[in-house]
């Protein structure tokens, strides 16, 4: 297989290709490219937050109280976690001239008790190759997820190989075909609409005969309403299992920032047909909705394992619970406390 260079001009550009790299220097620390996935996140609150504060000398009272709670669910950090966060300031500062600090702090107190145990790193093989099984909806983000969670074991001298099991969808084979050039990964691909269980088990088999380290294997992206498909995941799930029986060691599902409350449908479903083990946050570079990470980990039990903030390989972090919420909260009171 040709390796293509990540800014290699061979071949012109088609519309499943992968974004090409941005020409400007990415920032480079977790909680700098955090700081901007999540800016219009923090902005929301920023704004919102620090308009509360603005009348000298105003009391907490129910009016206060109502519009720091709207100001919260905007961001889709979801009704349980504002609920906690506005009954900690009742509770705090009832009928007191509002302290930002104090509510900054319920705010960071109340959220890193939700997202906390959701902290935990990816589960790997103890011998043979990790198989990891990606799924989520179309247009969740879920091939780019894929290219950049195999960026991240090859970056570490790993050998990948992926199996192209959304079948159904050309340019998403295509897409993760191209990827995987890039990465050096191999892929293994099947016949248009041919069974993804078919695609998923010619993959581990080639993962177990060649060595490799990681396998991971696509899905179509599909509906979680569509019972059909949805068993369908059972059934890839299985077919991984009699080659390897531990396996898949991790099913990842990947959430769209954008989708706000709606990913909460997307976990549940997900969560009961596929096994997920663990959820990737996409597109958080381009969403103002980025609190919905908190319900889903609170409601489901899912870890968040990795949070997408950019469109290249690189852009892919380890969730870091601490590091999400510096960068949410930091300077949210800036300018207006």
Known sequence: ???????????????????????????????????????????????????????????VD????EELRAALIRTDMGPAAAEAIVADVRERLRARVVDPD?????????LLAR?????????????????????????SGKTTSIAKLARRFTRDGKRVVLGAGDTF???AVEQLALWAGRLGAEIVRGEPNCDPASVAHRTVARAVEGGFDVCIVDTAGRLQTQSNLMQELGK??????????????????????TAGQ???SQAKGFKEAAGCTGIVL???????????IVPVAEQFGLPVKFVGVGESADDLEAFDPGAFLAALLEGALADGG
């Open 1 to 59: 297989m040709a390796i293509f260079g990540f800014g290699r001009k061979d071949k012109p550009a088609t519309p499943a290709d992968p974004p090409a790299e941005p020409a400007t220097e990415r920032p480079r620390g977790i909680l700098d490219r955090l700081r901007a996935g999540l800016a219009k996140t923090a902005q929301v609150l920023k704004t919102d937050v620090r308009d509360l504060f603005k009348r000298e000398g105003r009391l």
């Open 62 to 65: 129910e009016p206060f109280l």
């Open 102 to 110: 104090v509510v900054l702090d319920s705010i960071r107190t109340q």
């Open 115 to 139: 997202l906390a145990p959701a902290e935990a790193g990816l589960k790997v093989a103890a011998t043979g190759p990790t198989v990891i099984l990606v799924t989520g909806v179309n247009g």
């Open 169 to 171: 969808r050309a340019a």
């Open 236 to 257: 890839i799930r299985r077919v991984i299992a009699k080659q390897i029986p531990d396996a898949p060691h991790e099913t990842l599902l990947v959430i769209d920032a």
């Open 262 to 264: 709606n990913a909460l």
């Open 282 to 292: 996409a597109k958080l570079d381009g969403s103002a909705r980025g609190g919905v």
